[in-house]
């Protein structure tokens, strides 16, 4: 049977004398014009193929610039090297995310100043004022401490880092915290502390070699637990905000990474940490604030005018743990992105063992302050709080020595001198 060339099923029949003629000339006329319309075709659909590769170009540019331009380049790369550069015998090689955070800046100081190679990541977002965030960077940057500004979910960033320094650790404490803030701004929770955790952790897992990793959960991942003091071993599958919940999820992402990748895991679960360079957010701070400025202060009471208790841990003490935790945290197993044995997965609560009540911690602030609070008492909303927190410690204590020596009254004077001195005494009305 013939077959059909292209166009040919469009002919009309047309009986009679010019037909042949008529015909083979409708068939050039086709012919041409079916290679001209595929030619054009192939036309389009590369200018198509070049568009959409130019326009995914332009949005990966435009990713690393929504993340920063604040990195990259020869001077930034010989500022992270010196930065990294240890300079004691057995020393280690840090990456500490959240540097310019309360935990992070005290822990990168702290590193420094026993000659372990130090760098410094953070995206100085704006959940409290960044100016405090800036004055801790210039105190880092007084010791040598580099702090490159970008963001744990950048991964390109992250892989430039890995790439130009072969850390030994990284120490994780980049995170949205606060308990309440989560019921205002849900998708910062997960965007810092679940995707930017993952893309951290992609980053440990195909970094050669891989870094042992230690970093923050928190003593609010017991939720509802009722059973006191709280312990590693206790239950953690209530938790009572969505902060809790995307660090006990932080707990089960980490456990993934160790059990596939080999990475060595160490979680810390903080217990209400305050100290001088504190966040502003937290009641503490926020409390001689407006103590200070002469306004009133809410304080929670919880079920049946019940006081609520925290176990607060002074920073000094956090720092001691953090790093003891780090010097015997084991190695990672794997490499080039394969696990090559059993890595070690440990999670410690690091608190103070003894709690102590909201309006206690007020009656301190005052007598620190010499000025009386004006209390507003307020039955604890549903916001995620939980009624107390108390640690038990035998963990950390057993393994590395933790042991806390700074209670509330000695940590509350050391932060109001801290806190007079950096915003001075005109009850914060200079507050930056
Ligand atoms: O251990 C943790 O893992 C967490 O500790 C911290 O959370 P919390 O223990 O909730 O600290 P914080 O806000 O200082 O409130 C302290 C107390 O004051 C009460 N409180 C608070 C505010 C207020 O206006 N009034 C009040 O009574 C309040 O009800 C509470 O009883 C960190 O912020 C958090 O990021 C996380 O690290």
């Known amino acids: 049977m013939p077959s059909l060339e292209d166009g040919e099923m469009f002919l009309p029949s047309t009986p009679g004398k010019f037909k042949d003629k008529s015909i083979t000339m409708h068939r050039q006329f086709y012919r041409c014009f079916a290679s001209t319309s595929t030619m054009f075709l192939w036309a389009l659909f590369l200018v198509a193929l070049t568009a959409a590769y130019l326009s995914f170009q332009s949005f990966v540019d435009s990713g690393s610039r929504y993340f920063s331009t604040a990195w990259g380049g020869i001077q930034w790369e010989k500022q992270v090297r010196a930065s990294a550069q240890i300079r004691r015998h057995n020393g280690v090689s840090v990456l500490v995310t959240g540097a310019a955070g309360f935990v992070g800046s005290h822990v990168s100081l702290a590193l420094k100043k026993r000659g372990d190679g130090v760098v410094g990541l953070d995206n100085f977002n704006s959940y409290y004022d960044p100016s405090l965030k800036r004055d801790r960077r210039n105190l880092l940057s007084s010791q040598n401490i580099f702090v490159v500004e970008g963001d744990i979910n950048d991964a390109r960033m992250l892989a430039k880092l890995f790439e130009i320094v072969a850390f030994t650790h990284l120490m994780h404490l980049a995170a949205q915290a606060g308990v309440r803030y989560a019921m205002e701004n849900p998708q910062s929770y997960v965007h810092s502390n679940i995707a930017g955790l993952v893309t951290l952790l992609e980053a440990c897992k195909t970094a050669d070699p891989q870094p042992a990793v230690v970093w923050a959960s928190s003593s609010s991942v017991y939720g509802l637990n009722e059973k006191a003091p709280f312990s590693e071993s206790d239950r953690t599958d209530r938790p009572a905000s969505l902060y809790a919940a995307t660090k006990k999820a932080g707990e089960e992402i980490t456990h993934t990474y160790n059990h596939i990748y080999g990475l060595s895991i160490t979680g810390l679960r903080f217990f209400t940490v305050y100290g001088p360079w504190g966040r502003p957010d937290m009641a503490y701070f926020s409390f001689t604030r407006n103590i200070l400025q002469g306004k ?105 020595g933790y042991k806390p020596t700074t209670d509330l009254q000695t940590g509350l004077r050391k932060f109001v001198r801290w806190y007079l001195s950096y915003y001075g005494y005109d009850h914060g009305k200079s507050v930056k």
């Open 296 to 400: 009133p202060i809410t304080i929670y009471k919880g079920k049946n005018h019940v006081d609520l208790a925290r176990d607060f841990t002074y920073i000094d003490d956090i720092v001691k743990g953090c790093i003891g935790s780090l010097d015997s945290a084991k190695k990672s197993t794997g490499s080039g992105g394969k696990k090559r044995a059993a890595a070690q997965y440990r999670i410690f609560n690091l608190g103070n063992t003894s709690p102590v009540t909201v309006p206690m911690m007020v009656g301190i602030l005052e007598k620190q302050l010499k000025v009386k609070a004006k209390k507003h008492m307020l039955e604890m909303p549903g916001n995620g709080d939980v009624p107390f927190t108390h640690a038990n410690i035998s963990s950390a204590r057993k393994e590395f």
